[in-house]
């Protein structure tokens, strides 16, 4: 059981928008510990998409975004493409435990 | 540009040792943690510690503390993650990644992954 909660997945139609979310407790994001996003696709090494909660790397297209309020944080993805397909995890630090993913979540554009 | 590349897949027995590297370029290597990362098949991603190349501090995950030791060669700018004795449930891919002087700091960016299987 991870510390962060990301649901297992979540899917969309090509073109539409859906979310991710990442829910933590007071030890870690509701600390005012920062989140961060990957996305691993098939077969290859996770990558930064979002650092510092909602900034973006050089690279990274503006389709993507990140929010972050209270003790949770979400990745945004909008005009969802097929190439989108892949896992994606947070990733924060908790007081107690040092540095946390959360389980990761499975995202299928059909 | 910064560049993690790993060691090559790894076949080992239980028992046996086992020692897979990250070599850094691109940046300057004591500027920046290394942080291991295992993800099993199929499974999430589990931060295993990181290093810290100017003085070879570590921090290790409780999860991982006595199993694996981080070191480095500051001259080669590479990082070395060891088991002195292997066993199956180690079997996983192993990613290095850069990590910024702050425990808070996010992972960028990843090697491309070794892949550790041990079985009798």
């Known amino acids: 059981q991870s510390v962060l909660t990301q649901p297992p997945s979540v899917s969309g139609a090509p073109g539409q928008r859906v979310t991710i979310s990442c829910t933590g407790s007071?030890?870690?994001?509701?600390?005012?510990?920062?989140v961060h996003w990957y996305q691993q696709l098939p077969g290859t090494a996770p990558k930064l998409l979002i650092h510092?909660?909602?900034n973006r790397p050089s690279g990274v297209p503006d389709r993507f975004s990140g929010s972050k309020s209270g003790t949770s944080a979400s990745l945004a993805i909008t005009g969802l493409q097929t190439e989108d397909e892949a896992d994606y995890y947070c990733?924060?630090?908790?007081?107690?435990?040092?540095?946390?993913f959360g389980g990761g979540t499975k995202l299928t554009v059909l | 540009e910064v560049h993690l590349v790993q060691s090559g897949a790894e076949v080992k027995k239980p028992g046996e040792s086992l020692t897979i590297s990250c070599r850094t370029s691109?940046?300057?290597?004591?500027?920046?943690?290394i942080t291991w990362v295992r993800q099993k098949p199929g499974k999430g991603l589990e931060w295993m510690g990181r290093?810290?190349?100017?003085?070879?501090?570590?921090t290790y995950s409780p999860s991982f503390q006595g199993h694996v030791t981080f070191s480095v060669d500051k001259s080669a700018s590479t990082a070395y993650l060891q088991w002195d004795s292997l066993t199956a449930s180690d079997s996983a891919m192993y990613f290095c990644?850069?990590?910024?002087?702050?425990?808070?700091?996010?992972?960028?960016?990843w090697g491309q992954g070794t892949l550790v299987t041990v079985s009798s």
């Open positions: 990733h924060s630090y908790d007081s107690s435990l040092g540095v946390v």
């Open positions: 290093i810290d190349p100017t003085d070879s501090y570590t």
């Open positions: 510092a909660n909602t």
């Open positions: 990644a850069r990590h910024g002087i702050s425990s808070q700091n996010w992972f960028d960016p």
């Open positions: 007071s030890s870690n994001i509701g600390a005012g510990y920062d």
């Open positions: 691109g940046y300057t290597f004591s500027r920046n943690w």
